[in-house]
């Protein structure tokens, strides 16, 4: 008699399941989830409510315009069915906007506008024939770079403006997608910094900047330089990078020769001694390519 009753009792269960999901699919958003992922009737009597809501979601991303406006319930991610045999299980994709985000997590800007890191190769001009040679640079240094060949950086130099910050954020832009690390510090702001405290930040900084895989120093030369500064701060990034092989790049308004000369500060000889230990360290870390272009920012 007992079986009989549960038997019962199941069928109509199983009654009011079918009418759940059947009244279910009367909304878009759910019969559209079940079409796109061919989920049996079966499982979706069974997983009606979760289906439902993962719906929802796929739903909200579909006119989604960036992150600002994501409706879901973890902001980034869209809860999404993955139909096996028997069972669906659900899990949390991450989104095209947060992914596209998360890569230019790797490259870290210290005191360098925040706009810099939606820098993009495809976004380079290519239309000024001043920029071929930069763009060969870059082209190859990241062909090399991918393939192992432990390439040296570029020193970046020419007229203000001409977009030379713009064009190695690009390049670290491009590695950052397969998960290369890279920072891009202001060296005026740095010293500056130095200037006022020998912080527990700083040390963190100065170890970052030996370390991290690609570096550039922005705008080397524009700094007020300390014979400490050159030769405690500068001089060891710049003999660790070059000991471990990591790639260096810089950018300024100076020539590399004309960089010696901000070095040396003073015409005493341990000044040209020192400067001249820098400039050595640069060129063995970099290839020097001028661009000369017309000011973007004006
Ligand atoms: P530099 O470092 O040579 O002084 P920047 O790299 O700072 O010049 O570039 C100057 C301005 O032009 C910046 O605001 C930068 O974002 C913009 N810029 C440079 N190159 C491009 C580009 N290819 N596409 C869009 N904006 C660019
Ligand atoms: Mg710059």
């Known amino acids: 008699m007992e079986n009989i009753n549960n038997y019962i009792s199941k069928k109509n269960d199983d009654i009011s399941l079918k009418q759940n999901y059947i009244k279910h699919l009367e909304d878009y958003r759910f019969k559209s989830v079940i079409k796109l992922f061919n989920i049996k009737e079966e499982l979706g009597c069974k997983y009606t409510s979760l289906i439902m809501d993962s719906s929802v979601e796929i739903d909200n991303c579909k006119n989604c315009k960036g992150l600002f406006e994501c409706k879901n319930s973890i902001k980034g991610y869209c809860n999404t069915p993955v139909v096996k045999d028997k069972v669906i299980n659900f899990s949390y994709n991450m989104c095209r906007y947060l992914n596209k985000e998360q890569y230019k997590d790797n490259l870290t800007l210290f005191d360098v506008p925040k706009s810099i890191k939606n820098a993009s190769l495809k976004d380079v001009y290519t239309n000024d024939k001043n920029r071929i040679a930069i763009i060969k640079e870059i082209k190859k240094f990241i062909s090399d770079y991918k393939n ?15 977009g030379k910050t713009y064009l190695i954020a690009a390049l670290f832009n491009e590695l950052a997608k397969t998960n290369v690390k890279s920072v891009i510090v202001h060296v005026p702001e740095l010293m500056r910094d130095l200037k006022e405290s020998f912080s527990n930040s700083y040390s963190e900084k100065f170890s970052a900047l030996k370390r991290v895989p690609l570096l550039l120093l922005d705008d080397i030369g524009a700094e007020y330089i300390t014979a400490w500064s050159r030769d405690e701060v500068l001089e060891p990034i710049l003999q660790y990078r070059m000991d471990q092989g990591l790639p260096t790049f810089f950018t300024s308004n100076f020539s590399v020769d004309e960089l010696e000369k901000h070095f040396s500060m003073t015409n005493n000889s341990i000044d040209k001694v020192k400067a001249k230990r820098i400039i050595e360290r640069v060129k063995q870390l970099s290839n020097s390519v001028e661009l000369i272009s017309k000011n973007l920012r004006s």
């Open 148 to 162: 192992d060949k432990n390439p040296k950086g570029i020193y970046l130099y020419g007229s203000f403006g001409s």
